[in-house]
């Protein structure tokens, strides 16, 4: 069994940054693939961010250039570094794994195991 916390959230103003983390525990870290995904209120779960086991990465054109992922292997971790933030980036951010591959990465049937989510919030 693998467990997913994620920390980092809060409130924080249009144009400031947020690091997220996803600390993972209960089997070696050593996922294919990792993914940040975001649901705000009254939309659907979607992927902000994913990186894969040879470190190549994904960012949604939504964050790109604003939105970083890495995972630091020794400490079970993966990140989220949100910088320049807007109000449409509020919506609860949850951290999803994936052990083997899967061609629709973008899907959260996708992964196998899931985080409780962190609230953000831009405020304008």
Same mark, same amino acid.
């Given at each position: 069994?693998?467990?997913?916390?994620e920390s980092? +959230?809060?409130?924080? %103003? /249009?144009? &400031?940054?947020? #690091?997220?983390?996803?600390?993972a525990?209960?089997?070696?870290?050593?996922? *294919?693939?990792? +993914?940040?995904?975001r %649901? /705000?209120? &009254?939309?659907? #779960?979607?992927l902000?961010?994913?990186?894969?086991?040879?470190?190549?990465? *994904?960012?949604a054109d939504?964050?790109?250039?604003?939105?970083?992922?890495s #995972?630091?292997?020794?400490k079970?971790?993966?990140?989220?570094?949100?910088?320049?933030?807007?109000?449409?980036?509020?919506?609860?951010?949850?951290?999803?794994?994936a052990?083997s591959?899967?061609?629709?990465?973008?899907?959260?049937?996708s992964?196998d195991?899931?985080?409780?989510?962190?609230?953000v919030?831009?405020?304008s």
């Open positions: 069994q693998v467990q997913l916390v980092g +959230g809060g409130l924080v %103003q /249009a144009g &400031g940054s947020l #690091r997220l983390s996803c600390a525990s209960g089997r070696t870290f050593n996922f *294919y693939a990792m +993914g940040w995904f %649901q /705000a209120p &009254g939309k659907e #779960r979607e902000v961010s994913a990186i894969w086991s040879g470190s190549s990465t *994904y960012v939504s964050v790109k250039g604003r939105f970083t992922i #995972r630091d292997n020794a079970n971790t993966v990140y989220l570094q949100m910088n320049a933030v807007k109000p449409e980036d509020t919506a609860v951010y949850y951290c999803a794994v052990e591959y899967r061609v629709r990465y973008y899907r959260t049937s992964y195991y899931w985080g409780q989510g962190t609230q919030t831009v405020s």
